[in-house]
Each structure stands twice: as C-alpha cells, then as structure tokens.
C-alpha cells in the first residue's frame, strides 16, 4: 500500500489522533505501536526516526504533514534493502546435508 492510498484512508481532519493512524494502516498496529513511535521512535537504516505529535490535554495529535513525513522517512529505500536474502533454516539443513554428502563421496569423512 502507498503513502498516497494511506493518506486517503484517513478522515478530513487537521489532526489525527493514535487511534485513528492505528485504524488506517495496512495490518492494523495497536494503538501502543503508534504511541512508541511518538516516544521512543522507530529504528530505520540505522537513525531513529520519531512520529511528531503534539499532546494537548493529555491526548496526541498527529498533522497530516507529518504523518505523511514519517511514512515516508519509514519506508526502505532500494539501496538499503540487502542484495540477497538470508537463507531459511529449511535451505540451511539442505546445504549441510549436500556437504555432508560431498565429503563421504571424496572420502574425507569415515565412521568413527
């Protein structure tokens, strides 16, 4: 889902509460997700990047503008995403039972 289709997901509003930013996102975060982002930040590519808000009688607010700068801050950009992907545990039993296999063919293992 893109920041555009997100953004219109949200209602017409000046500011949006935790509550309503946790309604709108794909996979549907809990609430405290979205209060974490707003203290403590979320980990991207090594920097901390925190959702601005503004508390106004003990209640968070959230600008569209922000919002929007935060999921765009938050998304991977193609440089930062690794070349490969690590392998499953499935291919990793299957790359030392190949090995294995390797070295009783050339005779470098025997039974003990």
């Given at each position: 889902m893109t920041i555009a289709e997100i953004l219109a997901r949200m209602?017409?509003?000046?500011?949006?509460?935790?509550?309503?930013?946790?309604?709108?996102?794909?996979?549907?975060?809990?609430?405290y997700s979205v209060l974490r982002w707003i203290r403590r930040g979320v980990r991207v590519a090594g920097r901390t990047v925190h959702l601005p808000?503004?508390?106004?009688?003990?209640?968070?607010?959230?600008?569209?503008?922000?919002?929007?700068?935060?999921?765009?801050?938050?998304?991977?950009?193609?440089?930062?995403?690794?070349?490969?992907?690590?392998?499953t545990p499935a291919a990793r039993r299957g790359a030392h039972q190949r090995a294995l296999a390797e070295r009783w063919r050339e005779g470098l293992m025997t039974t003990a």
């Open positions: 209602p017409a509003a000046d500011a949006w509460t935790p509550r309503q930013i946790a309604a709108a996102l794909p996979g549907r975060p809990h609430l808000a503004t508390r106004i009688g003990g209640r968070w607010f959230v600008s569209p503008r922000d919002f929007a700068d935060f999921l765009a801050a938050t998304q991977p950009d193609a440089d930062d995403l690794p070349a490969e992907r690590r392998p």
